[in-house]
């Protein structure tokens, strides 16, 4: 006995049913909206993850100025450094004489003075001229200096510091 064949499903169904199983809980391609943005590891080994929303939540700050790595003048916005160490718990005084170990996606590291964050008011930028960073415009998150406010900040060793796509602070 013959069958006809079964209907093929169409190609926009296939898409729809996709984008609703992204959507089921516990789906892998969910699981990036859960990783956290953040990373901190304080001293004593205590681990804070803080996702996009935890970013966003904190006061937010803006420094306009120059960088090595663009032409003309940039304005950053996010949560100044300080206040997202703090968050947990630590105090100026916990960290002021400490180090920080910078960690970007790529595990590039690079080691800052904590008292940049106090000293020179250190944002993480989340936002770059009105818009979210990403991943190939230095995002989401970049270290910035006011590098146009102090003379102090203009030479190549504080240029590396500015880390970007950082992912991990490690309270050194």
Do not use: C
Not at 23 to 48: D, F, Q, W, Y
Not at 111 to 129: F, H, K, Q
Not at 147 to 171: C, F, G, M, P, T
């Amino acid at each position: 006995m013959h069958h006809p064949p079964a209907p093929r499903p169409s190609r926009r169904s296939v898409i729809l049913s996709g984008a609703a199983a992204a959507l089921l809980p516990g789906s892998p391609l969910r699981a990036s909206e859960n990783r956290p943005m953040l990373t901190i590891t304080e001293p004593a080994g205590k681990v804070r993850e803080l996702s996009e929303q935890d970013i966003a939540d904190l006061a937010w700050h803006e420094i306009a100025t120059r960088t090595r790595w663009t032409d003309g003048v940039q304005t950053f916005r996010g949560p100044r450094l300080k206040d997202v160490l703090t968050q947990g718990g630590m105090t100026r005084s916990d960290l002021i004489s400490r180090n920080l170990l910078m960690k970007a996606l790529n595990d590039f590291g690079i080691v800052v003075p904590a008292s940049d964050a106090w000293d020179y008011n250190l944002i993480i930028a989340r936002e770059m001229n009105g818009k979210l960073m990403r991943v190939r415009d230095k995002g989401p998150l970049w270290l910035i200096y006011p590098r146009d406010q102090y003379l102090e900040l203009q030479n190549a060793v504080v240029d590396e510091r500015w880390i970007w796509q950082l992912s991990e602070i490690i309270v050194l």
